[in-house]
T-cell receptor, first 110, second 113 residues
Framework: RKEVEQDPGPFNVPEGATVAFNCTYS??????FFWYRQDCRKEPKLLMS???SGNEDGRFTAQLNRASQYISLLIRDSKLSDSATYLC???????????FGTGTRLQVFP | DAGITQSPRHKVTETGTPVTLRCHQT?????MYWYRQDPGHGLRLIHY???????DKGEVSDGYSVSRSKTEDFLLTLESATSSQTSVYFC????????????FGSGTQLSVL
């Protein structure tokens, strides 16, 4: 089992839609969780950290479910500019490093 | 903007030649990283550095070496490039430690023919 798994998508949604991605992780001792956004041929950019109680940043909401070992990202009122690949990142306590998922591709259409 | 510059942005080289990629940062961050990104894989850690002359291997370090003689520069060297090292290479810094959020440079597209 991969340490961090994501549905590769693509998720094709119309503008204004709400879309959610999940990411599962294998190590129950993981403590740090992030969502990154990566545009085509660009570097990943931090979208948001994920906190235990859940957190929101504008149209973006991140949740952590420790019991089921997954994190989620919810995007409300999707914009064309949200089209990108969303990377889930979780720390590996054993290796003391961050592990990246392969990403979920989102395509928002008019 | 975390003040990270990677050079070159693109490089084409031949199998067996040495290649050095440079990462330069302007904000005196202690932790620096080299990742590679390939289709079907998440970003994979090649090497990282805790500070000047303090480096360690990541999960895919074979065929790569690094050096950090100054805080601001972290060099990645492919001693003898192979086609399997064709990839996009990203340098990153973190503020605070190895499990903290990362900020990336713009990447280097390397093609080994």
């Amino acid at each position: 089992r991969k340490e961090v798994e994501q549905d590769p998508g693509p998720f094709n949604v119309p503008e204004g839609a709400t879309v959610a991605f999940n990411c599962t992780y294998s190590n129950s001792a993981s403590q740090s969780f992030f969502w990154y956004r990566q545009d085509c041929r660009k570097e990943p950019k931090l979208l948001m950290s994920v906190y235990s109680s859940g957190n929101e940043d504008g149209r973006f909401t991140a949740q952590l479910n420790r019991a089921s070992q997954y994190i989620s990202l919810l995007i409300r009122d999707s914009k064309l500019s949200d089209s990108a690949t969303y990377l889930c990142v979780v720390n590996s306590p054993l290796a003391d490093k961050l592990i990246f998922g392969t990403g979920t591709r989102l395509q928002v259409f008019p | 903007d975390a003040g990270i510059t990677q050079s070159p942005r693109h490089k084409v080289t031949e199998t067996g030649t040495p290649v050095t990629l440079r990462c330069h940062q302007t904000e005196n961050h202690r932790y620096m990283y080299w990742y590679r990104q390939d289709p079907g894989h998440g970003l994979r850690l090649i090497h990282y550095s805790y500070g000047v002359k303090d480096t360690d291997k990541g999960e895919v370090s074979d065929g790569y070496s690094v050096s950090r003689s100054k805080t601001e520069d972290f060099l990645l060297t492919l001693e003898s490039a192979t086609s399997s090292q064709t990839s996009v290479y990203f340098c990153a810094i973190s503020v605070g430690g190895t499990n903290e959020k990362l900020f990336f440079g713009s990447g280097t597209q390397l093609s080994v023919l």
